[in-house]
């Protein structure tokens, strides 16, 4: 039988390397052969049981080295990313050092170590030597996004994250930036081998067909993406026609919605210029975007929020021209669904001034208002339109927001504005805060959710369809978890142990013994 990379059918011999500023074709980079992609697999495969056996000190050399290198190379990535995106220099210099910044990030919580969740029971009840730890599942495959071509690319942080967790990984090139990846696995292979990682434990493959190869292979233990809805759920039914069925952990994105309290009304004008700040930044091309006000009724907000827009007429590019018509699309899906447009930037203002030809892929800012009535299951009005538009809606009164708010769809984020102060005495925030937590992976008052932090405590997910399991985080200390799975022992000698469980706890790893949490003596 033939495997499945022999099988693989190519839509196309080549991706096409675009400057969406022009919408000029740049170059081509070929899409991998059905050798390379087994290849890939094969390596990924014969690497797994070594990345799983290094020790945490090892895996954080690893992710150093990564980082030490992308950042060698700032400069010559930062120009093939801005050909191929668009974003201006100064925005993806900042990308970078953020990339090299998350690598080093999750080489120090691989070496901390609570991730494994070591824990000890040495009796209860007539069992003995009951021990559990997390391990890592085996090969991941990365499908990085085309809005950070670095810090969610394709040494992002999910590929950052799969390797501290000791998982080789198979990362998709994006086609968005071909060039790009190109260049970037060739730097972590480089980088990996110096710093002594299993050969394997890093690759990458390019083309539609490699992708779907990829998902399906039997080497592959967990899916990681970054992106649409409709390419996320693509890779979860893909996953799940498999003989062994996988995890996907697909971020994907919604609304993530915006609430703006009677105690803010003070700060309407203030509000309405971070509103429009947020939904634009970025060309709208953000995946925490905020593309629902809700503010009470009668206030202004809708008229606030309009002249700002109208005011500072922002513009940019899209990233690529399916993403730049799928925008105009959606504009005309919501206004079919009953929005009413309030203001809208032609786009003109960005060839102006960057001297940029028509045909690129251009984008304005627009701004529609609509009933929250019409705010409910299955309208076009609660789902995502990617690119820089945002709604309004106005409320009567708590009882008709919380209503509302029900109604919506699992988001990544949300956010509350109320008074300077913070609301302590907003008889209002906890009600709201009550029921956003039900709606989204974060709850944010008086900060825009476009920010997402590298921290300990950050969750990045969210209910269906944000993401595919809200469990799971692609940002954080917590994204290593998506990567294993638990095991229990019990009664095994020592010796035939995994280190993280040994008696002499070999990598100083944080451990419950017998219910009581015991952090480890420095080496």
Not at 225 to 251: C, D, K, N
Not at 395 to 411: I, M, W
Not at 485 to 498: E, G, T
Request: net charge negative; with cysteine; proline share 7%.
């Amino acid at each position: 039988m033939s495997s499945p990379a022999t099988r693989l059918v190519a839509r196309s011999a080549a991706a096409v390397s675009y400057d969406p500023r022009t919408g000029e074709a740049e170059g081509l980079v070929p899409d991998s052969d059905p050798a390379a992609v087994t290849h890939a697999l094969g390596e990924a495969a014969a690497a797994a049981r070594a990345m799983a056996s290094a020790d945490t000190r090892a895996r954080r050399a690893w992710l150093e080295a990564l980082a030490a290198a992308v950042e060698a190379h700032a400069e010559e990535l930062v120009a093939l990313a801005d050909r191929e995106s668009g974003l201006g220099a100064p925005r993806l210099t900042g990308e970078v050092a953020r990339m090299a910044m998350q690598m080093r990030f999750y080489a120090e919580v691989a070496l901390e170590g609570s991730w494994f969740g070591v824990t000890i029971d040495r009796q209860v009840g007539n069992l003995t030597g009951l021990r559990r730890v997390n391990q890592p599942l085996g090969p991941v495959a990365v499908f990085g996004a085309s809005n950070f071509p670095f810090a969610f690319g394709l040494l992002g942080n999910d590929t950052a994250s799969a390797l501290a967790a000791g998982c080789p990984v198979v990362a998709k090139a994006h086609p968005a930036h071909p060039a790009l990846c190109r260049r970037l696995g060739e730097i972590a292979v480089e980088a990996l081998r110096r710093a002594g990682a299993p050969e394997g434990c890093f690759g990458t493959v390019s083309g539609f067909a490699a992708g779907q190869v990829i998902v399906m292979a039997p080497q592959i233990t967990a899916v990681a993406f970054t992106g649409s809805q409709s390419g996320g759920m693509a890779l979860w039914r893909l996953a799940h026609e498999r003989e062994v069925v996988i995890p996907v952990y697909a971020e994907m994105g919604t609304i993530n919605p915006v609430v703006l309290t009677r105690a803010g009304l003070g700060r309407v004008q203030e509000v309405a210029r971070g509103f429009v700040e947020s939904f634009t930044l970025g060309t709208g091309q953000f995946c925490t975007k905020p593309g629902l006000l809700l503010a009470p009724r009668g206030a202004g907000v809708v008229e606030a929020v309009a002249a700002v827009v109208r005011a500072s007429a922002p513009s940019g590019w899209m990233l690529t021209e399916g993403i730049r018509d799928h925008y105009v699309g959606g504009l005309a899906d919501l206004q079919a669904a009953g929005a009413t447009l309030q203001a809208r930037i032609t786009g003109q203002a960005a060839e102006r001034d960057e001297g940029a030809s028509p045909s690129g892929w251009v984008a304005g800012a627009a701004l529609l208002s609509v009933e929250a009535a019409d705010l409910v299951p299955g309208s076009r009005l609660v789902a995502e339109v990617f690119g820089p538009v945002s709604l309004v809606a106005e409320y009567d009164d708590l009882e008709d927001l919380t209503g509302t708010l029900s109604r919506l769809q699992g988001a990544l984020v949300a956010a509350i504005m109320t008074d300077a102060e913070g609301g302590a005495q907003d008889p209002d925030l906890g009600p709201v805060v009550e029921a956003l937590s039900h709606l989204s992976g974060r709850v944010a008052v008086n900060t825009w959710p476009t920010g997402v932090a590298t921290s300990w405590a950050q969750h990045h997910g969210g209910p269906w369809p944000a993401t595919s399991n809200p469990s799971g985080t692609s940002v954080g200390a917590a994204a290593l978890v998506r990567f294993t799975r638990p095991i229990a022992y019990q009664d095994v000698p020592d010796q035939a142990l995994p280190p993280a469980l040994q008696d002499a706890n070999p990598w100083h790893l944080p451990r419950r013994l017998d219910g009581v949490l015991s952090m480890p003596v420095a080496p």
